[in-house]
């Protein structure tokens, strides 16, 4: 499973990354089979891209129908195990924008995130966990931005310093920020 040695080489900085990727990788022994699908109920791997600009100074964000607050792109890996190709199209399919490539082919963060209870295409999904890997991407601002009507209901960019504004999620605005710093030392 080249997505577990992904996980596996990628080395955490924080306590809380630590003890996600401890827990991640014991999901995957204990659900071999489907922990890459959203049939297992319980947690399922999800591949987020964090979009931003060649410059770094903002980030692509869509305004998430289910969640009510900007966020970044992702998606379910449904059963594909290249999380770099799940988040590249995710972010594709979500934005519109298509010339969106990698910074580099590493995981940038590394994290569980809850999910509550909801209804999506008429039907109730139970709370559950995403096990996220997230990479990120860059694209430029000249791009036309599409919406994807039954997924946002919006796309535009946010300067990094005003994420804090658009998003109403405190969890993931402090992995936000982690990823802009990360993304930064990178160049």
């Not at 999800?46 to 129908?65: A, C, P, R, W, Y």
């Not at 607050?69 to 195990?81: N, P, R, V």
């Not at 940038?108 to 559950?128: A, E, F, T």
Request: no cysteine.
């Amino acid at each position: 499973m080249l997505f577990r040695k992904n996980i596996e080489q990628f080395i955490p900085d924080t306590t809380q990354e630590i003890s996600d990727k401890r827990v991640i990788l014991k999901y995957i022994d204990t659900f071999p089979n489907n922990i890459l699908i959203r049939e297992n109920e319980f947690a399922h791997i999800t591949s987020s891209g964090f979009i931003m600009n060649e410059n770094l100074d903002k980030v692509l964000m869509v305004h998430h129908n289910i969640y009510k607050t900007w966020a970044w792109t992702g998606g379910h890996a449904d059963g594909d195990s290249d999380l770099l190709n799940v988040a590249i199209k995710e972010a594709i399919e979500e934005t519109g924008v298509r010339d969106i490539k990698p910074l580099n082919n590493k995981i940038i963060s590394l994290d569980i995130l809850p999910v509550l209870g909801h209804i999506k295409k008429g039907k109730y999904v139970s709370s559950h966990l995403h096990l996220s890997i997230a990479y990120v991407l860059i694209a430029s601002e000249e791009n036309k931005l599409i919406i994807k009507e039954d997924e946002n209901s919006g796309v535009r960019w946010i300067a990094v310093e005003d994420i804090d504004k658009f998003s109403n999620e405190p969890y993931l605005i402090e992995i936000y920020k982690k990823i802009i710093n990360r993304a930064r030392a990178f160049r």
